[in-house]
C-alpha cells in the first residue's frame, strides 16, 4: 500500500519551461490536493478536486493547471514557470471533505 | 493576512520533558484544528485533531488544548522523545466549507536533546 505517490521528486527548469507533476493515490480517495511550501510559510492550497473529472482554484492558483480525469490520479502543471514557482509541491489526499489529509513525500522544484 | 499563526520557528526540550507548541488563529469560523508532523525529505502526517465543541483531546502522548475564547490552541507531548524531533504545522478549517478551506501555520521545528 503505496498512499500518495508524487512524481518526480526533484526538478529543475528554466523560466519560461513547462513541467506536469504527477500525483498517485491507492487509497479510493475522493479529495485530491496540491499545495505548495515555501520558507517560513505554512502550505498554501493550489488546487483540489472533490472527485473524478472536477476541479477548482484554491489560495494560489494563478500560473498552475490541473487535471482529475481518473480518480486515482491528480496532475499539476505549470505551462510557463517563473523562478517565483520555485517551491516544494506535496500532494494530499482524503476520504471527504473534513478528513485528515494524506500527503506524499513532495517534489522540489527550482526555476532558475 | 496570516490567519493561523505558530510564533515560535523552533523549540528545544529535553527528552523526558514536555513539550508545548502553540498556535493562534485569528478566523472565528474555524471549527476544526488539526496537528500535522512533518519530518526531512517527507510529506506531513496527520497527528491528532480537535473539533470546537471540545477542549482537550487526547492520544497518548499527544494532547490537544483549544481555548477558543483566546483563539489558541497547544498541542503537549508528554513525555517527549528523541522521535519527535520533526517540524510541527497546526491547522484550522471551516467544516462547513471543508478541507479546501484548511489553512495552515509556518510550523514549529521541535528538537528534543537526549
Known amino acids: 500500500n503505496a498512499g500518495v505517490t508524487q512524481t518526480p521528486k526533484f526538478r529543475v527548469l528554466k523560466t519560461g519551461q513547462s513541467m506536469t507533476l504527477l500525483c498517485a493515490q491507492d487509497?479510493?480517495?475522493?479529495?485530491m490536493y496540491w499545495y505548495r511550501q515555501d520558507p517560513g510559510m505554512g502550505l498554501r492550497l493550489i488546487h483540489y478536486?472533490?472527485?473524478?473529472?472536477?476541479?477548482a482554484k484554491g489560495e494560489v492558483p494563478d500560473g498552475y493547471n490541473v487535471s482529475r480525469l481518473k480518480k486515482q490520479n491528480f496532475l499539476l502543471g505549470l505551462e510557463s514557470a517563473a523562478p517565483s514557482q520555485t517551491s516544494v509541491y506535496f500532494c494530499?489526499?482524503?476520504?471527504?471533505?473534513?478528513?485528515?489529509?494524506?500527503f506524499g513525500n513532495g517534489t522540489r522544484l527550482t526555476v532558475t | 493576512d496570516q490567519q493561523v499563526k505558530q510564533n515560535s520557528p523552533s523549540l528545544s526540550v529535553q527528552e523526558g520533558r514536555i513539550s508545548i507548541l502553540n498556535c493562534d488563529y485569528t478566523?472565528?469560523?474555524?471549527?476544526?484544528f488539526l496537528w500535522y508532523k512533518k519530518y526531512p525529505a517527507e510529506g506531513p502526517t496527520f497527528l491528532i485533531s480537535?473539533?470546537?465543541?471540545?477542549d482537550k483531546n487526547e492520544d497518548g502522548r499527544f494532547t490537544v488544548f483549544l481555548n477558543k475564547s483566546a483563539k489558541h490552541l497547544s498541542l503537549h507531548i508528554v513525555p517527549s522523545q528523541p522521535g519527535d524531533s520533526a517540524v510541527y504545522f497546526c491547522?484550522?478549517?471551516?467544516?462547513?466549507?471543508?478541507?479546501?478551506?484548511?489553512?495552515f501555520g509556518q510550523g514549529t521545528r521541535l528538537t528534543i536533546n537526549p
Open positions: 478536486s472533490v472527485g473524478e473529472g472536477t476541479t
Open positions: 494530499a489526499s482524503s476520504t471527504d471533505g473534513n478528513s485528515p489529509l494524506h
Open positions: 480537535i473539533s470546537s465543541i471540545k
Open positions: 487509497m479510493n480517495h475522493e479529495y
Open positions: 478566523n472565528s469560523m474555524f471549527d476544526y
Open positions: 491547522a484550522a478549517s471551516d467544516r462547513i466549507q471543508g478541507a479546501q478551506k484548511l489553512v
